[in-house]
């Protein structure tokens, strides 16, 4: 039987998931015929190792339904982190699996629209799909790997050994069939990247590069693993970073004036948010007509809200709206008029 290298993060995410769901450790030990100092060393991460399917039992056993079972794998990876080194990944195994077999993705129609196209071009069955898939290909034709116990590996779980790391897949057609139904609302990332890997295997594209256009394309439809959408964000923020502008108001090696110029964007920023709270839609409108303003004539726009409106914000709010009333009926007033073209300057 399979097992999971135990670490201090696994035990701490289901001892967190256990007092969350309320559920007493004697009855986890109970689940798996365990004793409570058993449960008591995992959630310590005081053991060497786990039977994988004690460790799938133990989450089931916390779980009501399915729904909470799917519940309970998201808790459990979003409780630590998906970051880890290749070195680093055999003592995350549970993670990867957890990640790939059991954490459940909306299936996009794209993407059945997507696998029912390329099957068609192949002229394919799922039945076909399928015996392709189980055979494990290039697995099995893996010059790097020791072949001598690979009948008795597992299927569709990650296995690490003597430095490799590979999956053995085993999908029924009636499964494939399954997730090509309309009504079918989820799969795990792992059957439909292997679904889609294969299709591109059987169209004779290279392995590596078959792998690299599955990936591609679940990415673009935003089917991702829960790691994956750690990169995103993690990339996402790094590009902020570097393009944040206004976070280099307190850089002490930029001018005096363009830190100036900085400082007052991000108040002027953290005013719009602060008003926005309060009345986000009517922020959304006035922003975006500033925005059209400003690409329009940068200049005049520029010149009419660094207007000093200080004198008026003591006014009745009645006069404030005949003082608006009146600078629209300017706008419309002046944009009639025709004069002589003078030479561009500033206002």
């Not at 039987?1 to 967190?16: D, E, F, I, Q, R």
């Not at 630590?80 to 954490?103: A, G, H, I, P, V």
């Not at 890997?197 to 990415?219: C, G, T, V």
Request: with cysteine.
């Amino acid at each position: 039987m399979p097992k999971y290298t135990v670490t201090k993060n696994m035990g701490s995410a289901l001892k967190n998931l256990r007092q969350y769901r309320k559920v007493k450790a004697v009855d986890l030990a109970k689940a798996i015929n365990k004793t409570g100092a058993y449960i008591s060393k995992l959630e310590k991460g005081e053991l060497n190792t786990i039977d994988c399917d004690d460790f799938i039992q133990i989450i089931r056993t916390m779980s009501q339904s399915k729904e909470e079972f799917a519940e309970a794998i998201d808790t459990l990876l979003k409780d630590t982190s998906m970051e880890f080194s290749e070195e680093e990944k055999q003592n995350e195994e549970w993670k990867l699996n957890l990640d790939y077999f059991y954490r459940v993705i909306p299936i996009k129609d794209e993407y059945r629209s997507l696998v029912k196209t390329k099957m068609e071009e192949l002229n394919i069955s799922s039945t076909q799909l399928s015996n392709y898939i189980n055979s494990n290909f290039d697995i099995y034709n893996d010059d790097t790997l020791n072949k001598s116990n690979l009948d008795k590996v597992p299927r569709n779980q990650w296995i690490f050994n003597e430095g490799n790391s590979y999956v053995l897949m085993e999908i029924p057609a009636d499964k494939i069939d399954k997730i090509l139904e309309p009504d079918s609302k989820y799969s795990c990332y792992g059957d439909m990247f292997c679904i889609l890997m294969s299709l591109y295997r059987l169209s004779k594209l290279e392995k590596e590069k078959a792998y690299l256009q599955a990936h591609n394309d679940l990415e673009s439809m935003q089917i991702l693993t829960l790691r994956d959408t750690e990169n995103v964000m993690q990339a996402y923020g790094e590009e902020q970073k570097m393009h944040d502008l206004l976070s280099q108001r307190n850089n002490a090696n930029l001018p005096m004036e363009n830190r100036k110029l900085l400082t007052a964007l991000n108040d002027f920023v953290q005013h719009i948010y602060s008003f926005s709270v309060f009345n986000i839609n009517y922020a959304n409108e006035k922003i975006a007509t500033l925005n059209t303003s400003l690409d329009a004539d940068p200049v005049m726009a520029l010149k009419l809200i660094g207007t000093d409106i200080i004198p008026l914000k003591d006014k009745p709010t009645a006069l404030k709206k005949e003082f608006f009333n009146a600078v629209e009926d300017l706008i419309q007033e002046y944009s009639t008029r025709v004069v002589d073209e003078e030479p561009p300057e500033l206002l």
